[in-house]
């Protein structure tokens, strides 16, 4: 095994990352002092990256343009030769060694650790997940999955029927905390780009692993503890919406039937009407409905998402 710990590469997409980078790059060196880390930066505009560079250890990749995750992270992977990629969020700080992780990865294809909060619960509905199902997006598109979290769809795609602390077969883990060995990366051909610039990725790419014959493996005993959401929270208003809804566009598009993308588009204009008043209400202004507003465009376009949204950062 400690061969195989010299041949991982984590692979770190950083964006407006100072607050956790420091944290993340420090456990990784402590706990896994035989993985190399790969960080990239995505036009980082806070101090990310002189954050990163006081670990001299660490490779850095300095993007003078937001490439988005996918586009990062097949970036650093091309930059590595190892034989097992760790893709490995700047807000999870690892509190375990990782052979087991590697030793799953070396024998399913892919494997994926336990995400734990402050407290150190697991972090439940986030850390594995079942791929979706139409339905499932249009739960999600309506908030009922939100209004009414204890329903059977939900229920089902965010594992809320298994035990965390078991390992196993699951469909989808956080990309946030994914191990996958080389091959199947490169029988995968990476992350699909077209996901840009965040969400859905990880999501896509269980999907194609399973449908290539891989398994993935949960190993609970390896933990990371997971803060989230630092980097999207710097986005500028409006634009996580956006980027979720096109995001998901394509996802469908991609994997389910014409009258599934229908319905999932319908419910996706449904759910976004009460949103549109209701910021209306809340702000007294028709400035925050603009983000509904462009959703609702999204939905009712043939192709989904424009190539125009942009990453841009909230200016402090």
């Known amino acids: 095994m400690e061969g195989i710990l010299l041949s991982v590469a984590a692979v770190i997409v950083t964006f407006n990352s100072e607050a956790v980078i420091e944290s993340c790059l420090r456990a990784l060196l402590e706990k896994a002092p035989q993985v190399s880390a790969i960080v990239i930066d995505n036009a980082s505009v806070d101090a990310t990256l002189e954050?990163?560079?006081?670990?001299?250890?660490?490779?850095?990749?300095?993007?003078?343009?937001n490439r988005g995750f996918a586009g990062a992270v097949n970036q650093g992977v091309r930059e590595s030769q190892a034989d097992h990629i760790l893709l490995l969020n700047p807000d999870v700080t690892l509190l375990t060694a990782m052979h087991l992780l590697v030793e799953a990865s070396e024998k399913h294809g892919l494997s994926a650790g336990q995400l734990v909060d402050r407290r150190g619960q697991s972090q439940k509905g986030f850390t594995i997940r079942r791929l979706p199902t139409a339905t499932t997006l249009?739960?999600?598109?309506?908030?009922?999955n939100w209004l009414w979290p204890s329903n059977p769809v939900n229920r089902r795609y965010r594992y809320l029927d298994?035990?965390?602390?078991?390992?196993?077969?699951?469909?989808?883990?956080a990309g946030?905390?994914?191990?996958?060995?080389?091959?199947?990366?490169?029988?995968?051909?990476?992350?699909?780009?077209q996901f840009?610039?965040?969400?859905?990725?990880?999501?896509?790419?269980?999907?194609?692993?399973?449908?290539?014959?891989?398994?993935?493996?949960?190993?609970?005993?390896?933990q990371g503890r997971h803060?989230?959401?630092?980097?999207?929270?710097?986005?500028?208003?409006?634009?996580r919406t956006l980027y979720w809804c096109a995001s998901l566009l394509k996802y469908a598009a991609k994997y389910f039937s014409v009258r599934e993308n229908r319905g999932i588009r319908l419910t996706l204009i449904l759910g976004s009407l009460p949103r549109l008043g209701l910021?209306?209400?809340?702000?007294?202004?028709f400035t925050p409905a603009t983000t509904w507003v462009e959703v609702v465009r999204l939905a009712v376009r043939r192709r989904g998402a424009p190539d125009a949204i942009r990453v841009s950062p909230k200016q402090s």
Request: hydrophobic share 40%; with cysteine.
């Open 51 to 65: 954050r990163v560079r006081s670990f001299p250890q660490v490779s850095v990749i300095a993007n003078r343009e």
């Open 138 to 144: 249009m739960f999600e598109t309506l908030g009922l």
């Open 162 to 173: 298994r035990d965390l602390g078991a390992g196993g077969s699951v469909e989808q883990p």
């Open 176 to 193: 946030a905390f994914l191990m996958i060995r080389r091959d199947v990366w490169r029988h995968l051909q990476g992350l699909d780009e």
């Open 196 to 222: 840009h610039p965040v969400w859905f990725e990880d999501v896509d790419l269980c999907n194609r692993a399973l449908k290539n014959g891989y398994q993935i493996e949960y190993v609970p005993l390896v």
């Open 227 to 239: 803060v989230g959401g630092h980097s999207v929270d710097t986005l500028e208003p409006g634009c």
């Open 279 to 285: 910021s209306m209400i809340r702000e007294r202004s």
